[in-house]
């Protein structure tokens, strides 16, 4: 099984211009490909396959992006195939159509090939940037890469590459676990263990304070640093040293939440995992039609339900734990864990499930243990 491994890198104020020099690169080139599609529809033509526009690229350089021969030429190249695929997957129905990468909204990263990484004890090199640090035997030697990528995420710089792991032999306990993950807690089990809202402790919410304060903040610099243009005020601003400062601590603060979330569900993961079930059984989301709900979608996105899931899945491959996902129509709140019978008239404010069975029961506990059961449902 290939799993992905990522490394801090420690590069030079030189080597760092020749990365953000790459990104550009990557970016520029999967815009260009965007364009030249969005222009051959227009016209009635083909989808044009990724061989082609590489092709048309490698002409270009020598006339008028003569610029990009000063990166490597795999960055170009993985950049085409990156926006061919995703307009492959919008014609499949599995994502929204393509967009142009903005300069500050999108992740800075490129592509390195794969053949051309070398890896020594405490660095490794990255073509046309040469051998940056890396903390000693961070990554293994003497065995295949897979898609390395080079990212920034707004203060450090990484490498992540794939690595194939040999699959552990784990004995696995009879037990089938339900997982039934909300806004109001992460995820409730059906063996009792219950995963909080991490957004909702002390720490998440002074940082959301804070971010909140430095956005206002930024704004109203930007309010007053508005372009006049013939005596009115234009939608045009003069960007500051203090806005640039400003922008800086609101990106770092979104850094700090977003890892934050993260270490949460990857330690909710383990722990499941690590009781060593048989079976794992979640109800499958429609995180997208959930989104539209405007009370909520705010709540959903910070929980990172589906972050969780894609987590839940591959660690339960890597220990040979079977992962089902419910049907999307089982009504795995709606049922009583002990008679069976269908409560059609439950409300999302009810908390509590009451069955007239005389169950009481956490309406959430009651999800999981349904859950549970739902091969034999």
């Known amino acids: 099984m290939i799993l992905a491994k990522k490394v801090r890198l420690y590069p030079t104020e030189v080597q760092e211009q020749k990365l953000w020099q790459s990104v550009g690169t990557a970016r520029f080139i999967y815009n260009w490909t965007i364009a030249r599609q969005e222009e051959n529809y227009k016209n009635d033509g083909k989808f044009i396959s990724d061989n082609n526009l590489r092709k048309e690229i490698t002409q270009l350089k020598k006339t008028e992006l003569t610029w990009l021969k000063e990166v490597s030429n795999n960055v170009a190249k993985q950049a085409v195939k990156d926006a061919c695929d995703s307009y492959k997957r919008f014609f ?6 393509p967009k142009f990468k903005s300069r500050r909204k999108s992740k800075p990263s490129f592509y390195n090939d794969n053949c051309k990484l070398k890896v020594k004890d405490n660095a490794v090199n990255i073509e046309k940037v040469g051998w940056i640090n890396i903390k000693p035997y961070s990554i293994p030697l003497d065995t295949k890469y897979s898609n390395p990528r080079i990212s920034f ?3 450090y710089w990484y490498i ?4 194939e792991r040999e699959i552990p032999k784990v004995e696995l306990t009879k037990e089938s676990i339900g997982i039934d993950v909300g806004v ?13 809202n991490i957004n909702k402790t002390k720490e998440v919410k002074r940082l959301k304070k804070v971010l909140k ?9 930007y309010e007053m640093n508005k372009i006049e243009k013939g005596g009115e005020k234009c939608c045009r601003f003069k960007k500051t040293n203090n806005i640039i400062k400003l922008e800086k601590q ?6 700090r939440l977003t890892n934050i979330r993260s270490n949460h569900v990857h330690q909710a993961t383990n722990r499941i995992v690590k009781t060593k079930p048989s079976k794992v059984v979640m109800e499958t989301l429609n995180i997208k039609n959930m989104m539209k709900n405007r009370h909520l979608s705010k709540a959903i996105a910070e929980q990172c339900l589906y972050d969780f899931k894609v987590k839940m ?12 996902e419910a049907d999307i129509w089982f009504p795995s709140s709606k049922t009583c864990s002990c008679c069976g019978a269908i ?14 069975c005389g169950l009481k029961i956490d309406r959430d506990f009651n999800a999981s243990i349904n859950l549970s059961k739902y091969e034999l449902a």
């Not at 499949?92 to 159509?97: A, F, R």
């Not at 992540?160 to 690595?163: K, L, Q, T």
């Not at 304060?213 to 610099?221: D, G, P, T």
């Open 184 to 196: 109001k807690d992460l995820a409730i089990c059906s063996n009792g263990m219950t995963f909080k």
């Open 153 to 155: 995420d707004g203060k």
């Open 213 to 221: 304060r430095k956005q206002r903040k930024v704004s109203r610099k």
């Open 160 to 163: 992540s590459v794939g690595i």
């Open 92 to 97: 499949k129905g599995l994502s929204d159509k």
């Open 250 to 255: 609101i990106r770092l603060l979104h850094r």
């Open 343 to 356: 409560k059609k008239d439950l409300k999302l404010k009810d908390r509590i499930y009451q069955c007239s």
């Open 313 to 324: 899945k591959y660690k339960c491959e890597f220990y040979g734990i079977e992962f089902i």
